[in-house]
């Protein structure tokens, strides 16, 4: 079941006074998010795939075309706040989120903004901070947190409006490998045990893989998508287009050009292993 659908959205950041300069970051995209998926967009910068995050809570709306979010329309004034308690955002840098003094204080500024009595903000929070392992921190103030833990207090601050999906843009960018492994593992967790919808705008072709399904961006269109295995399968189609591969395919599709057999492209270290065994044995 399809939870969000962009059909043939095109968008502009153009001024109106120059349209006939006028240079789509969006130009004519369709894609269904399912609900409980878990899809990553990759792509250079540049390429469309923060455009289209932004357009996934209608802090966007396309010049033409259509967002639909749990069938309703984005473009729909009336429903815009639906829309965003429906879907929440989270951006690249999370001091550009966190907008209290003490970490629960910053968790519960959503669900009180939505008007949700404190009672029930009081359990929102709790739960919201237990469910990216961040509980013990609630009384710290977040400024003295790392970048990782940082970025986890956002995700809660999102979590506590009860969002169906979350979308991420790029929020491992600014962070260190451990803040990264903390981030991911708090997604995968809310996608599989919570069936949370997640959508992940990233470069990083290692997190890619670890998704349900990947969709390559560039230059505005959609280039390619699949499963992980489909898409880096597809390392010449990549590589024309710029555009990196998980270490362990960039090895495989060398190896494959020097005329080792290969069967299967290995996507991460143990598949890799396992490969290097087969070639070796």
């Known amino acids: 079941m399809n939870f969000i659908s962009l059909q043939n959205v095109f968008f502009s950041y153009t001024d109106v006074e120059e349209q006939q300069n006028k240079k789509y970051a969006l130009n004519g995209v369709s894609l269904d998010v ?13 390429c469309g795939k923060s455009t289209i995050a932004k357009h996934l809570n209608a802090m966007l709306l396309p010049d033409s075309g259509k967002v639909y979010v749990d069938g309703d329309d984005t473009s729909d004034e009336d429903k815009t706040f639906d829309i965003r308690e429906k879907v929440g955002l989270v951006l ?3 001091d550009n989120q966190l907008v209290a003094s003490i970490v629960e204080e910053d968790v519960a500024f959503g669900p009180e903004n939505l008007g949700v009595p404190p009672k029930e903000i009081r ?31 956002a995700i809660a601050g999102i979590l506590a409006i009860l969002p169906e999906c979350i979308v991420l843009d790029e929020p491992t960018a600014m962070l260190d490998p451990n803040g990264r492994d903390e981030v991911l593992s708090t997604l995968l967790e809310l996608n599989h045990k919570k069936n949370m919808t997640v ?5 990083y072709m290692d997190e890619a893989v670890l998704a349900d399904r990947v969709v390559v961006m560039d230059g505005g269109n959609i280039l390619t998508q699949g499963t992980p295995d489909e898409v880096f399968s597809q390392v010449e189609l990549l590589k024309k ?29 143990a598949e890799c292993i396992k490969m290097l065994e087969e070639v070796l044995r």
């Open 241 to 269: 287009h710029r555009l990196d591969v998980p270490q362990s395919a960039e090895l495989a599709y060398r190896l494959k050009g020097c005329g080792v057999k290969i069967d299967k492209i290995p996507l991460n270290n």
């Open 199 to 203: 959508v992940l705008i990233t470069h």
């Open 123 to 153: 359990t929102r929070v709790d739960n919201a901070l237990k469910a990216v392992g961040m509980y013990e921190y609630r009384k710290h103030a977040p400024h003295k947190l790392s970048g990782g833990q940082k970025q986890r207090v």
């Open 34 to 46: 399912k609900k409980g998926e878990f899809l990553a967009i990759i792509g250079h910068n540049g």
């Open 92 to 94: 690249q840098n999370p």
